[in-house]
C-alpha cells in the first residue's frame, strides 16, 4: 500500500519543516522518503498539513468514564448520530460512547490518544473499553500514588523494590506510564480527609506527598520508562494553590532524566495555578508558573483548558470530587479501589459569569501564552474534566488569535480584568506552534517521538490535512476559518490509510494498544511479590490471578520495552 501526499503546506517541527511545500510519501503504514508511481496521490493544493495528532492526556475509557455515562443519561441523549454501513452509533458529549471517542479524535486529525488514569485493579474495564474505539492509537497511564505497596516501599527507601513494583504495575495494567493523582490524598480519602501539602503525613504510612512523588520520579528514570513521571499535583482546584504547584515543580531539579525529555510532566495545570484565598478573591496565576517553566528545564505540563458549558470531572482525587460536588450543589459519585487510590465524578457546568470560572479560563490560555517553548505546554482539555476534546479547534482559534480572546472576554465580568494577566497578552501562536503542542511535542513527552508526531521517514504514516491554506489566511482575523477547520479535517490518514475525508469517516481499522514491558532483576521482583501475595492474601477482595490483565485483553499490542537491565527496544 502505497500513497503520496503532493502539494501540501507542511508543518513537521521535529524535522525543521515550517509550511514549505513538501510530498509525503507513505508505504506500509509508514513515512519513506519514496514511493514508486502505483502510489494513490492526493493532491492537497497548498493546504495544511501536520502529522496526526497526539494526546497525551484525556479520559477515553475505563470504570469513571462509564460512572459518568450512567450519571448523565441527559448527556448520552445528546450528540446522537445512527449506525451507517461503515459506522457504530454514537452518542454523548462530554461522556460519549467507545465508537464516538475514536470517530470524533479521528475527525479532528488525530490519530494517536492516551488515557490518562487507571487504577491496575479497573485496567480490564480500561483495556475492554480501548479494545472498543476504533481507528486511533492509544495507552493508559497507571496509577501509583496512593497505591499501599508504593507508600509501603517509599517508607522503607528501597527504591529496587519499588521499581520492581512499578514494572509489575505496568505488566499487570498493560500500562504505558506512571500516574500520580494528589499523592497521598486517595488514602487520606478513606478517613474522610484529604493532605494539605508536600509534607503532610500520610497516617498508617509515615511518608509524605513529597517522599512519594521524588520516588517515583526517581525509580521512572531507574526504568528508563518512556514517558516520566505524570503527575496530578496536590491541592488541585484550591484557591492559593499555585504555591503548591511551584513547590512541586522544584522536585523536578532533584532528578536526572534517564532520556531525552522532562522527568516531571504536571498535568492540566490550569487547575493548579490559582492564587487568591477563597473562591471571592479567586485570581490566576498562571504568569508565576509560566514564569517558573521558562526558566527551568526537565518539566513539561498540559494545559486544561477550560470550555464554557457542559464537562464532566473524573479524577482520582476523590478528596477533591466531593469538595466540587459541594461547590456545584451537583450529583457526585465515589470510588474506592481497594488499596489503590479514590476517584470521584461530578458533572459541572463552567459559567461565563462566575469568575472563579473565568479566571480558569484564562489561566490555560495565560500558561501556554506566556511560556516560551510550545514543547513545554501542551493542548488539552484534560477531556471531559476542562471540556470535551472535541472543542481543541476552539483552543487552537484562541491560542492564535487575539483578536478573538479579546472578544471572549467582552463576555465575561468586568472584574475578570483584575484577575487575571489574560487581557494585556498580545502574543499569537503560529501553525508550527500548533504543531508542537498537539503533536510533537505531545509525542516528545510521552517517548515516542521516534514514531509519532512527525513526518520524516521511519514515522507512523499518520497524517492529517486541513482545508486551509497557510499562505492564504490571517490566522489573528480569520479565526472562524481556523475553529472551523481544525474541528473537521479535510483528509485523516492513519498508518497509510484515509480514515478520513471531508470531515467523514470512510474506513474504521483498528489502533494499537501501546503498552510498557519493563525489565528488573528476578530478585527484586522476587522480594517485591512476597509482599503483593501478602497484601492480597489479607487485604484485597480478589485473588491475584484474576488480577492481571491478559494477552487476550489487547487485540492490537504495541510493546515498548524499558527496564534496569539496558534492553532492545522491539
Ligand atoms: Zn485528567
Known amino acids: 500500500m502505497e500513497l503520496l501526499i503532493k502539494n501540501g503546506a507542511v508543518f513537521d517541527p521535529k524535522n525543521g519543516i515550517a509550511g514549505d511545500k513538501t510530498d509525503i510519501s507513505i508505504k506500509d503504514g509508514k513515512i519513506v522518503d519514496k514511493v514508486s508511481t502505483k502510489a494513490s496521490v492526493i493532491d492537497a493544493g497548498g493546504r495544511l498539513v501536520m502529522p496526526g495528532g497526539v494526546d497525551a492526556h484525556s479520559h477515553i ?34 461522556v460519549p460512547n467507545v465508537y464516538a471517542m475514536g470517530y470524533r479524535y479521528a475527525q479532528m486529525g488525530y490519530t494517536t490518544v492516551f488515557e490518562a488514569a487507571q487504577a491496575i485493579m479497573k485496567a480490564r474495564h480500561t483495556h475492554e473499553e480501548l479494545e472498543e474505539i476504533p481507528i486511533i492509537d492509544k495507552g493508559a497511564l497507571t496509577l501509583f500514588g496512593s497505591n499501599w505497596p508504593t507508600m ?19 505488566l499487570a495494567s498493560r500500562g504505558f506510564g506512571v500516574k500520580v493523582v494528589n499523592p497521598g490524598g486517595g488514602e487520606m480519602w ?13 497516617p498508617n504510612f509515615d511518608v509524605t506527598p ?18 516520566s513521571l505524570h503527575l496530578h499535583c496536590n491541592n488541585l482546584g484550591k484557591p492559593g494553590n499555585y504555591r503548591t504547584t511551584l513547590a ?81 450543589h451537583g450529583k457526585w459519585s465515589n470510588g474506592d479501589v481497594e488499596l489503590e487510590d479514590a476517584s470521584g465524578v461530578v458533572p459541572v457546568t463552567y459559567y461565563r459569569q462566575a469568575i472563579s470560572h473565568a479566571a480558569m479560563w484564562a489561566s490555560g490560555l495565560e500558561l501556554a501564552l506566556l511560556t516560551k517553548d510550545p514543547y513545554k505546554v501542551l493542548l488539552t482539555t484534560d477531556h471531559p474534566n476542562g471540556g470535551p476534546f472535541v472543542n481543541y479547534s476552539e483552543v487552537i482559534a484562541l491560542l492564535m488569535s487575539s483578536k478573538k480572546r479579546q472578544e471572549e472576554i467582552k463576555t465575561l465580568p468586568p472584574v475578570f ?40 521517514a521511519g514515522a507512523d504514516g499518520d497524517v492529517a490535512i486541513y482545508d486551509i491554506k497557510p499562505d492564504q489566511i490571517d490566522p489573528s482575523v480569520e479565526h472562524v476559518k481556523i475553529k472551523s477547520a481544525f474541528s473537521s479535517a479535510a483528509y485523516t490518514i492513519k498508518g497509510g490509510e484515509v480514515v478520513v475525508k471531508d470531515g467523514q469517516i470512510t474506513a474504521t481499522p483498528m489502533g494499537r494498544t501501546f503498552w510498557v514491558d519493563a525489565s528488573v532483576p528476578g530478585e527484586h521482583t522476587e522480594v517485591m511479590m512476597k509482599d503483593i501475595r501478602n497484601k492480597f492474601k489479607n487485604y484485597y477482595s480478589i485473588g491475584l490471578a484474576n488480577y492481571m490483565v491478559q494477552d487476550a485483553y489487547l ?16
Open 248 to 328: 512541586t515543580l522544584e522536585l523536578a531539579k532533584q532528578v536526572k532524566p534517564s532520556k531525552d525529555r522532562q522527568v516531571m510532566h504536571v498535568t492540566h495545570i490550569a487547575f493548579n495555578a490559582m492564587g487568591g484565598t477563597n473562591w471571592m478573591d479567586f485570581e490566576s496565576k498562571a504568569d508565576e508558573i509560566a514564569n517558573f517553566l521558562n526558566n527551568s528545564e526537565n518539566i513539561t505540563t498540559d494545559m486544561g483548558q477550560v470550555i464554557f458549558g457542559s464537562a464532566t470531572s473524573m479524577t482520582a482525587d476523590g478528596p477533591w470530587q466531593y469538595t466540587l460536588s459541594k461547590l456545584v
Open 417 to 456: 480584568n483584575e484577575r487575571t494577566k489574560l487581557p494585556g497578552i498580545n502574543r499569537e501562536l503560529d501553525f508550527n506552534e500548533i504543531a508542537i503542542m498537539t503533536r510533537a511535542g505531545s509525542s516528545k513527552v510521552l517517548g515516542l517521538l521516534e514514531t509519532k508526531g512527525h513526518l520524516g
Open 555 to 570: 487485540t492490537h499490542p504495541k510493546v515498548v520495552k524499558a527496564g534496569v537491565v539496558p534492553v532492545e527496544v522491539s
Open 61 to 94: 475509557a475505563g470504570a469513571k468514564v462509564n460512572v459518568g455515562r450512567i450519571m448523565r443519561p441527559e448527556d448520552t441523549r445528546s450528540g446522537i448520530k445512527p449506525r451507517t454501513k461503515l459506522t457504530r452509533p454514537c452518542t454523548g458529549y462530554t
Open 190 to 202: 478513606g478517613y474522610g480527609k484529604n493532605v494539605s501539602g508536600l509534607d503532610d503525613v500520610v
Open 152 to 170: 509501603d516501599f517509599v517508607r522503607e527507601k528501597d527504591m529496587d523494590k519499588l521499581a520492581a513494583y512499578v514494572a509489575w504495575g505496568l
Open 210 to 227: 513529597r517522599d512519594i512523588i521524588i520516588s517515583l520520579m526517581k525509580v521512572n528514570e531507574m526504568l528508563g520508562l518512556p514517558h
